[in-house]
C-alpha cells in the first residue's frame, strides 16, 4: 500500500470541501439548509438518502449505511484504494503531494505492464507502415478511421513469426515471460509470435493497463479462427474483465446504465459514435467477478446482445444473472441488422440511441420470449407458465414494477389480480421459511444494550471535541469492551499527537484498520446531533454505573466460589467501596 504522510493527508482533507469533491465527481448536490443531499450512489436510490454535513466534512447514507469522509467517498465510488483516493482528491484541489510522500506506482505487474505496452506500440506502428496497407483498407472499409484507430490503440501483427520476439529480447526482456504472457510460443525450442497476420486490439484491465491482445483475420482466410485472444496469464484472467470497462465505468456512473454488447466491434461502434456507456461481453455468460464490477458502478444494465437466437439465448442467461444479483436490466433487441455495428453504420447513431431511450423491462423481455414457447390453449402449460412468471415478478425490488407487471398479466391472461397476489404473498412467505430453514448461519446484527449505547455515544463526543477527550480521562479512562477500548485509545492518540481532534480527520487515521473503522462508521450514522455537555455527562454516569454493577456481578460470583474466609472479606470490601464510589458520585 502506498505511504502519505498522515500530515500531508489532513492538509488535503482540509483543503478539500467534500460537497464539492463529491459534486465534481458528476453527483447532482442539492442543498438541505446549512449541509448537502445527494441520491446515494452506493445502491439502488431513487430519492436523496445521502446527507453531507459540511461542519463535520463527513457523509452517511442513512438507508444503506455508507458513510466516512471525502476519502472515503472517492475511494467507494471510484473503486481505488484510500491512497490511490487521497491523491484524486489532491488533484482535484491543485495540491502537489511531496516527492518523498507521493504516490509512486507499486503495480507488482509494471514490468508486464511495460512488456504490453511495448508491444501495442510496435503494431501500432505496423499499421502505418507499407506492412499496414491491406490492414488499414478493411478497417475503413469497415467504417473504423484514424481516430477509432488512435482512441483503441488498434494495431496490426504482421506477417513476420518473430518480429515482436527480436524486439523484446534486444530490450533485454526474457523469453520465459513473454511465453507466460502469451506473446511467444516456444516450438521446437524456437521462440515464435503468438500473434502474426492479425488486426489487434489491446485488452484492458478496470485500470486501463493493458493486459492482452484480442486480434482478428482481415483477409478472409480460411480453416482459421476469426478472432483469437491472449491466453490466460497471472495478469489476464477472462472472467475478470470486461472489454472498454476502463473507459466505461465513469460515463456508466454519470448515465446510471451501463450498455452491455456482445463483440469488441460493437463497443467501439457505439463508443466511439458518442455513448461511452458501453462494454462488451467477450463471451456467452457473464461471470460473478464480471457481475462484481458492474454491482460496482450501482446503475442499472441495458443488455444490447445480437439479434439472432443465439444473442437471445444470451440475454436470457444474463439477464437470469444479473436480475439474481439485485441488478436493474432492461432490453433493446435490434431489427433488420445483426449487431450494434451494423445497425449503427447502416441506420445511424440517433436510430441506435432512440432504441437506448426506450428499453423494455427484462421481465417483459423474458415473458415474451417464453411464451412463445408454450400452447396457451393448453390449461395446463399455461397455469405452469403463469406460474413461473409469478415467481420471476417475486424476484424484482421494486413494488412498482411488481404491481404494473401483476396488473399486465392479469389483463393479458385474463386472471383474477387477487389470485395473482395471493400467489405472490406465497411465495414470499415460501421464501422467508426458506431461509430460516435453510440459511440459520445468516448473520444477525448483534443488539446494543444500554451501556453499549451510552459508549459509543461517549466516543462520538469524543471524535467531535478535545474537551470530552478530557472529560473520558478523568471520569471514565477504561472500558472493558476490547473495540470500544481500542477506538478510545486511539482517538486520545490522535489528539494528543495533533493536539486537536475532528472527526473527518479521525475517520482517515482509523480507516486501515477496518473492524474498527466500521464501528466507528456505525457510531457515526447513529449520531448526528448537536453536542450537549450535559448529555454528555448522563452517559458518562450510565456507563460508570453500568461498569460498576458488572463489577459487583463478578465479585459477588468470586464470593461463592471463595473457600478462603478472609479473602471472602476482602472482596466484600472491594464491593463496599465499589457501592461508596458510585454514591460519592452521584452526590457530586
Not at 94 to 107: A, F, P, R, W
Request: with cysteine; net charge neutral.
Amino acid at each position: 500500500m502506498a505511504f502519505i504522510d498522515n500530515s500531508e493527508i489532513e492538509k488535503i482533507r482540509a483543503k478539500a470541501d467534500i460537497a464539492t469533491i463529491i459534486s465534481s465527481l458528476g453527483v447532482d448536490v442539492i442543498p438541505a439548509g446549512k449541509d448537502y443531499k445527494c441520491v446515494c450512489p452506493f445502491h439502488d436510490d431513487h430519492s436523496p438518502s445521502l446527507n453531507i454535513s459540511i461542519s463535520k466534512q463527513i457523509f452517511k447514507c442513512f438507508a444503506c449505511g455508507a458513510g466516512g469522509n471525502v476519502f472515503n467517498f472517492v475511494s467507494k465510488y471510484e473503486n481505488v484504494t484510500f491512497p490511490e483516493a487521497v491523491k484524486i482528491v489532491a488533484d482535484k484541489i491543485g495540491y502537489n503531494l511531496s516527492v518523498s510522500n507521493s504516490i509512486k506506482s507499486e503495480d507488482k505487474h509494471k514490468l508486464e505492464h511495460e512488456i504490453f505496452n511495448l508491444a501495442c506500440m510496435f503494431y501500432q506502428n505496423n499499421l502505418n507502415t507499407s506492412s499496414g496497407v491491406i490492414a488499414k483498407k478493411y478497417l475503413k472499409e469497415r467504417n473504423i478511421d484514424d481516430k477509432i484507430i488512435n482512441e483503441f490503440k488498434i494495431g496490426l501483427a504482421s506477417d513476420n513469426k518473430n518480429d515482436l520476439f527480436t524486439l523484446l529480447t534486444k530490450k533485454g526482456y526474457k523469453i520465459d515471460l513473454l511465453e507466460d504472457l502469451g506473446l511467444i510460443n516456444i516450438i521446437n525450442d524456437r521462440a515464435y509470435d503468438f500473434f502474426v497476420g492479425r488486426i489487434t486490439f489491446p485488452l484492458d484491465d478496470i485500470n486501463g493497463n493493458i493486459v492482452g491482445f484480442s486480434s482478428r483475420i482481415y483477409r478472409g482466410e480460411k480453416d482459421t479462427s476469426k478472432y483469437i485472444n491472449t491466453k490466460e496469464t497471472p495478469i489476464y484472467i477472462k472472467g475478470n474483465n470486461l472489454f472498454n470497462y476502463s473507459k466505461a465505468k465513469v460515463a456508466a456512473k454519470k448515465e446510471k446504465n451501463l450498455i452491455i454488447v456482445e463483440g469488441q466491434m460493437d463497443a467501439i461502434r457505439v463508443y466511439s459514435s458518442g455513448i461511452e456507456n458501453v462494454v462488451a461481453l467477450g463471451g456467452t455468460a457473464l461471470t460473478q467477478n464480471q457481475i462484481k464490477l458492474i454491482k460496482n458502478l450501482n446503475c442499472k444494465v441495458i443488455l444490447c446482445l445480437d439479434a439472432d437466437e443465439a444473442g437471445e439465448k444470451a440475454t436470457l442467461i444474463n439477464g437470469d444473472l444479473l436480475v439474481k444479483e439485485n441488478i436493474a436490466v432492461q432490453v433493446i433487441r435490434l431489427s433488420d441488422y445483426k449487431d450494434p455495428d451494423e445497425y449503427i453504420i447502416n441506420k445511424g447513431i440517433d436510430a441506435f440511441a432512440d432504441n437506448i431511450k426506450n428499453p423494455i423491462d427484462y421481465l417483459e423481455f423474458k415473458i415474451k420470449v417464453e411464451e412463445h414457447n408454450i400452447n396457451i390453449n393448453n390449461t395446463e402449460e399455461l397455469a405452469t407458465f403463469i406460474n413461473k412468471v409469478v415467481i420471476d415478478i417475486s424476484k424484482l425490488k421494486d413494488p412498482i414494477q411488481k404491481e404494473l407487471t401483476l396488473n399486465k398479466v392479469s389483463s393479458k391472461y385474463n386472471i383474477s389480480l387477487d389470485i395473482l397476489k395471493n400467489k405472490l404473498e406465497n411465495i414470499k412467505v415460501e421464501n422467508e421459511v426458506a431461509k430460516e430453514v435453510f440459511s440459520p448461519q445468516i448473520k444477525n446484527n448483534k443488539k446494543l444494550t444500554g451501556l453499549d449505547i451510552a459508549i459509543r455515544k461517549v466516543l462520538y463526543y469524543m471524535m467531535c471535541d478535545n474537551k470530552y477527550i478530557k472529560k473520558y480521562q478523568s471520569k471514565i479512562g477504561f472500558f472493558e469492551n476490547k473495540e470500544y477500548r481500542n477506538i478510545a485509545n486511539e482517538i486520545v492518540y490522535f489528539q494528543e499527537k495533533h493536539g486537536i481532534i475532528s472527526i473527518a480527520d479521525f475517520i482517515s487515521y482509523i480507516t486501515p484498520n477496518q473492524d474498527l473503522y466500521q464501528i466507528v462508521l456505525d457510531i457515526m450514522d447513529a449520531n448526528d446531533n448537536d453536542l450537549n455537555e450535559l448529555e454528555f455527562d448522563n452517559y458518562v454516569e450510565v456507563i460508570n454505573q453500568k461498569s460498576n454493577e458488572i463489577k459487583i456481578k463478578l465479585l459477588k460470583e468470586e464470593i461463592k466460589k471463595e473457600l478462603d474466609l478472609n479473602k471472602k472479606k476482602e472482596l466484600l470490601e472491594e464491593i463496599t467501596k465499589i457501592k461508596r464510589g458510585s454514591v460519592i458520585n452521584e452526590n457530586n
